[in-house]
């Protein structure tokens, strides 16, 4: 069974739901364009802070209702602050802090967090589904960093884009703002993989319960010592991760994994 921790609302437009596998679903129910607007992202990040302490959660999905993943910042309730005395300055700062929050909280959490990608995910959308550790996407799905089309470079998406795909790719979309498929999407390594629409919601259950199953402790290291030793040398990049095998090894789920392993048994994890 799931259990609907909260519903979508107008002041808070994300439904939550925590399946029996520990598997909280996040869905963006923003219409009609569900973008991360003022709302949406304190909604997140509120989210996102909550599951952090809540060890009922084991992975994390972000999915969004209706057609389209999310057409990025909500630039009405952007364009609405220029004519504060500043012309919006503060206001574009914050708005940018506020989200570079919500990224980076994806990607320092302890948890694994996966994007079920249904439809459009464009600039600040694209941000999110590369930031996220895994992206699954429906064939009708398609991303794109158009800020160059309204002078906007997204500079801001640039870096979870960068960080994700190869660079002359990721050249290609912020400085042609063209959109790319599914299929493309796949073969840059934007998602993981790409499936009939019928069936987004399914797969990416699957791959999040599998994942569930594991010792939640030991998804904590690796996530965190994976981002880490990704902006490394190489040298201090094995110097770091032999440090952090040592440490593993020592921990109990370790001696039980193993020990289940040897003895052909299930595991029992502790989560230590």
Not at 7 to 35: E, Y
């Amino acid at each position: 069974m799931s259990a609907d921790l909260k519903q979508a609302t107008a002041t808070n437009p994300l439904k939550q739901t925590l399946a029996d596998s520990g598997v909280l679903r996040l869905t963006i129910s923003n219409p009609p364009a569900n973008t991360l607007s003022e709302a949406v992202l304190d909604a997140l990040q509120s989210a996102l802070t909550a599951a952090e302490t809540n060890k009922d959660v084991r992975v994390i999905v972000i999915a969004a209702d209706g057609h389209l993943f999310s057409a990025g910042h909500d630039m009405k309730e952007m364009t609405a602050h220029r004519s504060d005395d500043d012309r919006g300055r503060s206001y574009f700062d914050q708005i940018m802090q506020r989200c570079a929050s919500v990224m980076q909280a994806i990607v320092n959490h302890s948890k694994p967090v996966i994007a079920e990608v249904n439809g459009l995910a464009t600039a600040a959308g694209c941000q999110l589904v590369a930031s996220c550790d895994l992206a699954i996407a429906s064939d009708e799905a398609s991303f794109c960093t158009p800020g160059v089309h309204i002078g906007l470079f997204c500079s801001t998406p640039m870096v979870a884009l960068s960080r994700t795909i190869r660079k002359k790719h990721a050249m290609e979309m912020l400085l042609t703002g063209e959109a790319v498929d599914a299929s493309a999407a796949r073969e840059t390594g934007l998602v993981n993989r790409v499936v009939p629409k019928n069936y987004l919601t399914q797969v990416t259950m699957k791959y999040a319960e599998n994942i569930a199953k594991k010792s939640s402790y030991t998804l904590k290291i690796g996530k965190q010592a994976f981002y880490k030793q990704a902006e490394m040398g190489l040298a201090e990049a094995y110097e770091y991760t032999a440090g952090i095998m040592t440490e593993n090894m020592l921990a109990k789920d370790a001696e039980e994994g193993i020990g289940a392993f040897l003895e052909d048994r299930k595991a029992e994890w502790r989560d230590e």
